[in-house]
């Protein structure tokens, strides 16, 4: 079984502008949440998104916002960009219920850089 | 909110040697406990998991920790280690009723020849 998959691996971008990262879960997961990783903040939950709903939001400004779409997949965006937000973007999947977390299963992220 | 505290920044210890990595948790119920290793540029890969059951949890690379509520940790142990175990190494809690998982600030170990 694939795992989970993001893209893009690397991007570059200026500040102000703003940019979409995707993200496929593991066939089968309905579940997909989003991290931050920084040398300073560590990894931090954004939010979380199941069956297109979602579920569960992290302490981050609107600026970061998703959705996610009827097979699953996820698009994290964030608009007007800081020199702040370069980090390194860890999507996960599991297998959750309704009522009930899992097990993640995390991708290889996409590292974002804002000059 | 449930919260980690990994107290090591960083560990040393030569190949071969043991190695026991610390992390104390915060949570108002029984939490899901989760080891992550996370090398350069990568991912995170799961070591292991406690969700219920056998408070000791055995994981992949030799890996083990245990759970201990009296003491709200979940170390992780492996009797000798390898070079290629050099890595970052996260524990983890999440709440059972959803997904929003916290992280501890991690622990880079670095192998010695």
């Known amino acids: 079984k694939a795992g989970v998959t993001q893209t893009p691996r690397y991007l570059i971008k200026t500040r102000g502008q703003q940019v979409t990262l995707s993200c496929s879960p593991i066939?089968?997961?309905?579940?997909v949440s989003w991290y931050q990783q920084t040398p300073g903040q560590g990894l931090q939950f954004l939010f979380e998104?199941?069956?297109?709903?979602?579920?569960n939001k992290g302490n981050f400004p609107g600026r970061f916002s998703g959705r996610q779409f009827s097979n699953s997949r996820s698009e994290m965006n964030v608009s007007t960009l800081e020199l702040g937000d370069s980090a390194l973007y860890l999507c996960?999947?599991?297998?959750?219920?309704?009522?009930?977390?899992?097990?993640?299963?995390f991708g290889p992220g996409t590292r974002l850089t804002v000059l | 909110a449930q919260s980690v505290t990994q107290p090591d920044i960083h560990i040393t210890v030569s190949e071969g040697a043991s190695l026991e990595l610390r992390c104390n948790y915060s949570?108002?119920?029984?939490?899901?406990l989760f080891w992550y290793v996370q090398s350069p540029g990568q991912g995170l890969q799961l070591l292991l998991k406690?969700?219920?059951?056998?408070?000791l949890v055995q994981g992949i690379k030799g890996f083990e920790a245990e759970f201990k509520r009296s003491q709200s940790s979940f170390n992780l142990r492996k009797p000798s280690v390898h070079w290629s175990d050099a890595a970052e190494y996260f524990c983890?809690?999440?709440?059972?009723?959803?997904?929003?998982?916290?992280f501890g600030a991690g622990t880079r170990l670095t192998v010695k020849p």
């Open positions: 949570y108002g119920a029984t939490p899901y």
């Open positions: 983890a809690v999440g709440a059972r009723e959803n997904n929003d998982m916290r």
């Open positions: 998104y199941f069956s297109e709903t979602q579920r």
């Open positions: 066939s089968g997961h309905r579940s």
């Open positions: 996960a999947s599991s297998l959750r219920t309704s009522d009930l977390g899992g097990e993640q299963f």
């Open positions: 406690y969700f219920s059951g056998d408070t």
